[in-house]
């Protein structure tokens, strides 16, 4: 998948190994790179687990158009489809097997608040 992200200053933290120690420690920052690099190596978002470890799953509410996958405990790494239209099923549902491109939104360690 094209992976891209919301802000510059959050693709700087994940392109630089030293910089993802410094923000998320060593042991949340390999994590954090072994995710993204699952994001980066599907063809889309369906092939991206919805069990452990990666467990891709919706957000809901205002934020149905939002997915996460964890890094560990309550860290997630949360992103939304990035097409200029996202892919719809005739329910109105968001076909994820047509989800090819993603936009990494934050990384965060509770999506609940």
């Known amino acids: 998948m094209d992976v891209q992200f919301k802000k510059n200053k959050m693709q700087k933290t994940c392109e630089s190994e030293k910089r993802l120690i410094k923000t998320f ?8 790179q072994r995710r993204l ?3 980066r190596d599907a ?22 158009e939002e ?13 939304k489809p990035n097409h200029n239209e996202i892919p719809r099923k005739e329910d109105g549902g968001i076909d994820i097997s047509k989800v090819t491109a993603i936009s990494i939104i934050d990384i965060c360690e509770d999506t609940h608040q």
């Open 25 to 32: 420690g060593q042991s949340r920052a390999r994590k954090i």
């Open 37 to 39: 690099t699952v994001l």
């Open 43 to 64: 063809d889309c978002l369906e092939q991206i687990s919805h069990k452990p470890p990666e467990r891709r799953h919706q957000l809901s509410g205002n934020r149905d």
């Open 67 to 79: 997915f996460t996958v964890d890094i560990e405990d309550q860290w997630r790494i949360i992103f």
